[in-house]
């Protein structure tokens, strides 16, 4: 959720990669290692070229599907789908890249600040898109916490303390005030941190690492949308470790890397699955081009909080979190609909069998507890 991130959290732990050719294929030795395992090696996902391509899906996509850029007055409006970036997802990336070891994504080369260049078009949003934002998050989150609320209550917390990382508009801790919880959430942009305490919401402006509380003061962490764009993730996690109680949860909400790698593989190949449907599922979830630093996977992750005592409780395959500010037109609407539903069926057929890594699943909520 958050929009940005604080220049104190930049110390980038990422790779750092000198400019790759066109061809695909595995890599020498990065300079810098991996974020989560700290392996040297890379393979290429999407060539400089390839990347060129899904630009130019990416401008064709938004001239086809959505209507004149407008403010929308009506927060409940049908078609409303997450801002189109002002800016190509792609420019300045030399390729996606994967860790031969752990699987994790990443763009090449990584951004040289704690900001993606999708981001910053949030913080220039008026005061009225900012607070349509605000209630579509409130309707998104409801479902969030009643999938939280099971965990917790299957632990014995009935009403439990949370501390959300990252709040944005503050969507998610407005429905977990209202439902009773003990919530605080931080964001470190300052302009969303106010837009909260306008509306008398606790979140405080920072980060999770410079939250001042107890010790093992919190029953869950979560963290919406904005893990994977820390250019080091150990510091934050060892920060939630300190603050979460024995027993505790943690959630990690990520665009998924492996649905990325396989939908842009199949794609301009005659294959059961036609490229246009695997076009349409990136864009629609804003994954066509990879705008974000890393793209985990349940077995990238698992391998990354393990390290500070995590153990995998659960995961749940989603699709994009609904924003404000642009409205599809007739076609584009239908097409976002069926992208969508094909995306919840095939992520419920993966579970159902047992997939660990949720091919089509653009984006998952990882829930992990607190065992040693």
Not at 99 to 106: D, I, P
Not at 235 to 259: I, K, Q, W
């Amino acid at each position: 959720m958050s929009a940005s991130l604080n220049a104190s959290l930049v110390q980038s732990h990422s790779p750092v990669a000198t400019p790759l050719p066109d061809e695909g294929g595995e890599r020498a030795e990065r300079s810098l290692p991996c974020a989560v395992c700290g392996a040297r090696r890379s393979e290429t996902v999407s060539t400089r070229q390839e990347l060129r391509r899904q630009d130019a899906e990416f401008r064709l996509f938004r001239a086809r599907r959505f209507s004149a850029a407008r403010e929308t007055r009506t927060a409940g409006a049908a078609g409303l789908v997450a801002r189109p970036p002002k800016i190509s997802p792609t420019e300045g990336v030399t390729a996606i890249e994967r860790c031969l070891e752990c699987g994790l994504l990443f763009r090449c080369p990584p951004p040289s600040s704690g900001r993606m260049p999708d981001l910053d078009s949030f913080m220039s949003d008026s005061e009225a898109r900012l607070l349509e934002t605000y209630h579509r998050q409130q309707e998104w989150a409801e479902r969030k916490v009643l999938l939280l609320a099971r965990w917790l209550w299957k632990f014995g917390r009935v009403r439990p303390s949370v501390l959300d990382v990252g709040s944005f508009v503050g969507g998610f801790v407005a429905v977990a005030k209202m439902c009773g919880w003990d919530v605080l959430g931080v964001e470190p942009a300052p302009r969303a941190a106010r837009f909260c305490r306008e509306r008398g919401l606790p979140v405080q402006r920072g980060w999770v690492t410079c939250v001042d509380s107890p010790p093992a003061r919190y029953d869950a962490v979560t963290i919406w949308d904005a893990f994977h764009r820390l250019p080091d993730p150990h510091p934050t996690l060892d920060a939630v470790r300190r603050l979460v109680r024995p027993g505790g949860v943690l959630v990690v909400r990520v665009p998924n890397g492996e649905c990325f790698r396989w939908l842009a593989s199949r794609k301009g190949k005659n294959g059961w699955l036609p490229t246009s449907v695997c076009t349409s599922v990136l864009a629609w979830n804003n994954l066509l081009g990879f705008p974000y630093r890393y793209g985990y996977s349940r077995p990238t992750l698992d391998t990354l909080v393990a390290k500070y005592g995590f153990r995998h409780l659960c995961s749940y395959p989603d699709i994009l979190m609904p924003s404000a500010g642009f409205q599809t037109n007739p076609r584009g609407a239908r097409e976002q609909r069926l992208s969508n539903g094909l995306c919840r069926v095939a992520g419920r057929f993966e579970l159902a069998i047992g997939s660990d890594r949720l091919y089509t699943a653009p984006w998952v909520d990882y829930y992990y507890r607190v065992v040693a």
